[in-house]
């Protein structure tokens, strides 16, 4: 029989406690002890996916191998799992509802008034269940996005309600909350915790664990007063102290005994002694840096930094395994200008320009690829980062002066960067770009093949422009090399210049790849290089 655990992660009193963070570390500590653990995150919004939200909104899209666009958590997941997740395990209430409504069309209900319980509740339990029914996983963790207490979320609380009473022994609900220390008062309350918890009791939902993020340490008389408040054990009480890293939080939930506590709620028999070697010897690396470098980050929402989440992430963990403590510069392109560019990226070692869509800041991303260009700076450009790579060497080198993407000047004489062939007849924005893995073939000699280390790779994708085929001789007859393509379609993947120090612009986002146990080949080696 299928014996797979479900573990449901819910947040109150407010947004940001690091949810996800706490998901992750618990599903590292027990895959630590041999079990084979995944993770989901249930988001309440409507949006089908967060692939049409503006960064601003809802910070980095995360792109999954199958090509889903999902929740920034994922992100965390992978990084912190060292496993791919996929369409699965981000489900939306707009998912939801589309789900159910094309049945209701199709006629699934048989006739029946459907609602919100049992026909979306069902649909959500489903979807949840859906990971653990082919025996893959001995735990399935749920992370509910949102707090308790919002509208929105209500139907995720109650499907948790209904899997607690079906599953019994089999289920168990960490309750995520805050507990604030008042200055004036000299003391941490635990008010907005019982709050909270009585919240989800008045939800019909009895949380088993509580987490409690807090900026001081929990003393015995407040875990007991939480603990005969809220009707769970006092070693049910878990501290999440804040953290210097987001990487020590595993560590930090295995002091407290959260896994042992939940190993012991749910009668998991496991190996006792975790293995979280690898994972410590990079805390200690990421503690004791050798060198320093500043890179600078050049995008346009500088001002959210979970923007780019996933290359921010991939910096540093490439830096740790480079002994090397990578220190960013925020640099928003839309105050680039070629007036003011060398002052901007003076100091650095290397510049990173980002992604993005649309024609806000492109002119600051090309000057500044420019200036790395001209200056032999170390450049990686990611997707819109790559694509400005090209047209600031079509402008610059080969004298095509009004060379653009297609995405930002439609007439542009000199379209090096075009609309892809199947995007031209489409209609809807959302889930319609070129998602998720293809391979990607490398020329020997280049920067990537010296960071991967061998000719075939696979890499995620989020875009709908690409390096127009009709230029590649004139780049390559002028110093602009295609050092990784697509076979099957022969779109440029790659581009270098082979007499720069290291600049190389990607299609692709290898910061969808990284991992702390597997740090991407490619960021080490844009690191390596900056390092110089
Ligand atoms: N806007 C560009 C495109 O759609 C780049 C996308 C990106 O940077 N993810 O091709």
Redesign the pocket.
């Known amino acids: 029989m299928n014996n797979t655990k479900y573990i449901f992660v819910t947040g109150g009193v407010t947004s940001s406690l690091g949810k996800g963070i706490v998901s992750a570390s618990l599903a590292k500590l027990l895959i630590a002890r041999g079990l084979r653990v995944t993770i989901q995150k249930l988001d309440p919004y409507i949006n089908i996916d967060p692939g049409t939200l503006n960064p601003y909104e809802h910070g980095e899209c995360f792109v999954t191998n199958d090509g889903a666009e999902t929740d920034l958590d994922l992100g965390h997941y992978e990084r912190f799992l060292d496993i791919a997740t996929s369409q699965a395990n981000n489900i939306t209430t707009g998912r939801v509802y589309q789900s159910v409504i094309n049945k209701e069309r199709q006629g699934v209900y048989l006739g029946k008034t459907v609602q919100v319980i049992p026909h979306i509740t069902n649909e959500i339990k489903d979807s949840v269940k859906l990971l653990g029914e082919n025996g893959d996983y001995d735990v399935v963790i749920t992370e509910i996005g949102g707090t308790i207490g919002d509208i929105e979320s209500l139907p995720f609380v109650e499907a948790v309600r209904q899997m607690k009473w079906e599953l019994k022994q089999n289920c168990l609900t960490i309750h995520l909350t805050l507990v604030p220390y008042l200055a004036a008062a000299g003391e941490l309350k635990t008010k907005p915790t019982q709050h909270s918890v009585k919240k989800l009791q008045e939800l019909g939902v009895q949380p088993d664990i509580l987490v409690c993020r807090t900026e001081h340490n929990l003393d015995q008389d407040i875990r007991d007063k939480i603990a005969r408040f809220c009707n769970v054990s006092s070693d049910s009480v878990i501290q999440s102290i804040d953290a210097k890293s987001i990487y020590s939080v595993p560590l930090l939930m295995q002091e407290e005994g959260l896994d042992k506590v939940v190993i012991e709620k749910l009668s998991i028999e496991t190996k006792e002694k975790p293995n979280l070697n690898k994972w410590k010897k990079f805390l200690k690396n990421q503690e004791n840096p050798t060198s320093e470098i500043h890179i600078g980050l050049i995008g346009k929402y500088v001002e959210l930094q979970d923007s780019y989440k996933s290359i921010v992430e991939s910096l540093d963990i490439a830096g740790v395994s480079n002994m090397c403590k990578v220190k960013l510069k925020w640099i928003h392109s839309e105050k680039i200008s070629a007036k003011n560019v060398a002052k901007k990226l003076s100091g650095l070692d290397g510049i990173l320009v980002?992604?993005?869509?649309?024609e806000r800041g492109i002119e600051g991303k090309i000057e500044a690829v420019r200036f790395a260009r001209e200056n032999n700076l170390p450049f990686l450009g990611?997707?819109?980062?790559?694509?400005c790579a090209v047209i600031e060497y079509a402008r610059n080198v080969l004298d095509l002066k009004k060379a653009h993407?297609v995405?930002i000047d439609k007439n542009t004489p000199h379209p090096v960067?075009d609309?892809?062939e199947d995007?031209k007849n489409l209609s809807d924005m959302g889930g319609t770009?070129?998602l998720g893995e293809y391979d990607c073939k490398l020329g020997k000699d280049s920067n990537a093949y010296k960071a991967y280390k061998k000719v075939t790779i696979k890499e995620r994708?989020?875009?709908?422009?690409?390096f127009n085929n009709k230029y590649l001789d004139f780049f390559e007859k002028n110093g602009m090399i295609a050092t990784g393509k697509n076979t099957s379609t022969n779109l440029v993947e790659i581009v270098e210049i082979p007499t720069h120090k290291w600049f190389t612009g990607v299609?692709f986002?290898p910061e969808y790849k990284t991992s702390v146990e597997t740090p991407h080949p490619l960021f080490i080696g844009f690191v390596k290089a900056c390092m110089g």
Do not use: S
Request: charged share 20%; aromatic share 8%.
């Open positions: 980002a992604p993005g869509f649309g990611i997707c819109l980062g790559m694509q993407t995405e960067i609309l892809m995007q770009m070129r994708h989020r875009h709908r422009y690409e299609q986002h």
